[in-house]
């Protein structure tokens, strides 16, 4: 019996899943490790188990989608081994990773992290979990809700965050791991327990990772270990993962802030500056003079528009006006013409990505916005 075990929590996407357990299959042949796969199915139709019944894997009915949380516990709680590798079906393992992030749990460490990527190519680095303490929260929260008083601060914030991960070289103490993929060892499983499945979907591993932190457990991050996450392929198949969000938030905030801050953080959240933010869809009121240029559907970019007065060291892919958590690419040489990458530009729904070119002095460009008006194939 193998001592490392593969959780993969599903719902409803068998590609996925196929592309995953293919991508597993690859590193462990290569990494030359041996494991038990385990297929939590916390919600299929025979056509979706025919699409992956080839697959030499353990299936785990719970009866009912036991959310995330539910599904790991129910996938440690079927298996013996000492390692466990928690992960979603849109995470694509590359070559190695399983195998370093074993090596760090047998170094000691209690839980250990990837390097996530957005595509294959390993152009955009996806951003760690963001820090969660009291400070940092309400920072990001009046950043989103007040753009000129605070958004370039709390950006600095975060672009001094990302990039400790983004350019790290060996592992180092870190709670902001993604339950995206997870490793960790069943001993610091059984010491402060499972996942809360209070948490459906959301913040499940950010609460796990402090209680393990709390207990003067190491949660490490590890940039040897890379996989591509597909981003937001798995939850756009439930239609509750909104609302599963804003109740994961809010207990996570009342259990590790306390009510008051909690409090103050929902009232930041739901404040008449925030909904103006929400609706204003030309955000001039909130740039002032710089305000955001357009780029309808287009994925194509001269980084002239990105430039501030040295070529940009980075240029970063956000989600929202703000401008973080966002992606980021590293630009190693100088180029005229910067590019959304095809593989995820065509994987987006419909919305709007804000891009910066950041110079090496940190100075920012007059953001970009691209509008992205129709869904293609993921890819």
């Known amino acids: 019996?193998?001592?490392?075990?593969?959780?993969?929590?599903?719902?409803?996407?068998?590609?996925?899943?196929?592309?995953?357990?293919?991508?597993?299959?690859?590193?462990?042949?290569?990494?030359?490790?041996?494991?038990?796969?385990?297929?939590?199915?916390?919600?299929?139709?025979?056509?979706?188990?025919?699409?992956?019944?080839?697959?030499?894997?353990?299936?785990?009915?719970?009866?009912?989608?036991?959310?995330?949380?539910?599904?790991?516990?129910?996938?440690?709680?079927?298996?013996?081994?000492?390692?466990?590798?928690?992960?979603?079906?849109?995470?694509?393992?590359?070559?190695?990773?399983?195998?370093?992030?074993?090596?760090?749990?047998?170094r000691g460490a209690a839980a250990a992290g990837p390097q996530f990527f957005w595509d294959r190519q390993r152009r955009l680095f996806l951003p760690p979990t963001e820090r969660r303490s009291a400070t940092a929260e309400l920072r990001a929260a009046a950043a989103r809700s007040f753009p000129p008083a605070f958004a370039g601060a709390a950006r600095r914030a975060w672009r001094r965050h990302a990039r400790r991960h983004w350019e790290a070289t060996a592992p180092f103490s870190s709670p902001s791991l993604s339950g995206a993929l997870l490793a960790f060892r069943r001993d610091a499983w059984m010491k402060i327990g499972p996942f809360d499945d209070a948490f459906h979907l959301y913040f499940e591993e950010?609460?796990?990772?402090?209680?393990?932190g709390a207990a003067g457990l190491a949660s490490r991050f590890v940039p040897a270990a890379e996989a591509v996450h597909l981003f937001a392929q798995s939850s756009v198949q439930e239609p509750r993962a909104t609302a599963w969000f804003a109740e994961g938030e809010r207990l996570f905030r009342r259990r590790h802030y306390g009510a008051g801050v909690a409090n103050l953080l929902d009232m930041l959240s739901a404040g008449p500056a925030l909904r103006a933010l929400r609706s204003h869809r030309s955000h001039r009121s909130h740039f002032g003079a710089d305000s955001p240029r357009w780029s309808e559907s287009e994925p194509a970019l001269a980084l002239g528009e990105l430039s501030t007065p040295r070529s940009p060291a980075w240029v970063e892919v956000a989600l929202t006006a703000a401008g973080f958590p966002a992606a980021g690419e590293?630009?190693?040489?100088?180029?005229?013409?910067?590019?959304?990458?095809?593989?995820?530009w065509g994987?987006?729904?419909?919305?709007?990505?804000?891009?910066?070119?950041?110079?090496?002095?940190?100075?920012?460009?007059?953001?970009?916005?691209?509008?992205?008006?129709?869904?293609?194939?993921?890819?």
């Open 1 to 106: 019996m193998s001592d490392l075990a593969i959780v993969l929590v599903h719902y409803r996407t068998p590609a996925l899943l196929v592309g995953a357990v293919q991508a597993l299959r690859r590193d462990l042949e290569s990494s030359h490790l041996d494991a038990e796969i385990l297929v939590i199915d916390n919600g299929s139709d025979p056509a979706d188990r025919k699409a992956w019944g080839g697959l030499r894997v353990r299936r785990i009915d719970p009866g009912a989608n036991l959310g995330y949380a539910g599904g790991v516990r129910c996938g440690v709680e079927a298996t013996t081994a000492g390692r466990i590798v928690a992960m979603n079906p849109d995470v694509l393992v590359l070559e190695g990773c399983l195998g370093h992030l074993a090596a760090e749990l047998e």
């Open 347 to 379: 994987r987006l729904p419909p919305g709007e990505l804000w891009i910066r070119g950041v110079d090496s002095a940190g100075r920012e460009s007059i953001p970009v916005r691209l509008a992205r008006s129709t869904p293609t194939a993921a890819a």
């Open 330 to 344: 590293r630009l190693v040489a100088p180029a005229r013409d910067w590019q959304m990458v095809d593989e995820v």
């Open 206 to 212: 950010t609460d796990w990772l402090l209680r393990l």
